[in-house]
């Protein structure tokens, strides 16, 4: 167990909605990173806050938006889905923004888009 | 930009056999290098990490040694269990303007037979 928490495991919806993701961090971790998995592109890079500020970006789309609260836990939020948007999302936490640092998973939302 | 590329998958192994799983990696600056493992239906967890050239990363009977001149982060257990059975990813991270990112290569799915 990472201690990282995320909810909902398995999320079944039509393409045009919109779902959110959330995420608990370890208890002290103050970075949270999230990450689409799919077949194709492997493991993608979305965004990273610390402490409740957006710290670096990487290929999210613009119907994508994430958010850190005061408590660090983190929401992704996925709107306009499409077919494509199918993947598992992964939320991670650290410590810091260290590059030595590692970084500990949470078990993935599945989301399907039908 | 950064990169990482490691063997295609999947790969399957008799117990006991040898493990090599390349990676290969391209970044500017001076990245730190990791293997994470997933195990079916769990998140991704870090098995072993190097920091800067020459070192060697070990963990549970795998090694991998951070290899400045040949780009490389080539994962090795001399001896797999079934257990072992798992996907593989190799990456590396930068840090820069306060964060820090892992960039994932593919994975490599392994499968050990009894």
């Known amino acids: 167990d990472s201690g990282v928490t995320q909810t909902p495991k398995h999320l079944i919806t039509a393409t045009g909605q919109r779902v959110t993701l959330r995420c608990s961090p370890r208890s002290g971790d103050l970075s949270v990173y999230w990450y689409q998995q799919s077949l194709d592109q492997g493991l993608q890079f979305l965004i990273q806050y610390y402490n409740g500020e957006e710290r670096a970006k990487g290929n999210i789309l613009e119907r994508f938006s994430a958010q850190q609260f005061p408590d660090l836990h983190s929401e992704l939020n996925l709107s306009s889905l499409e077919l494509g948007d199918s993947a598992l999302y992964f939320c991670a936490s650290s410590v810091g923004t260290t590059p030595s640092g590692e970084l500990f998973f949470g078990e993935g939302s599945r989301l399907t888009v039908l | 930009g950064n990169s990482v590329t490691q063997m295609e998958g999947p790969v399957t192994l008799s117990e006991e056999a040898f493990l090599t799983i390349n990676c290969t990696y391209t970044a500017t600056g001076y990245p730190s290098l990791f293997w994470y493992v997933q195990y079916p239906g769990e998140g991704l967890q870090l098995l072993l990490k190097?920091?800067?050239?020459?070192d060697k990363g070990s963990n549970k009977g795998f090694e991998a040694t951070y290899r400045k001149e040949t780009t490389s982060f080539h994962l090795e257990k001399g001896s797999v269990q079934v257990s072992d059975s798992a996907v593989y990813f190799c990456a590396l991270s930068l840090s820069g303007a306060g964060s820090y990112q892992l960039t994932f290569g593919k994975g490599t799915k392994l499968s050990v037979i009894p």
């Open positions: 190097a920091t800067k050239a020459d």
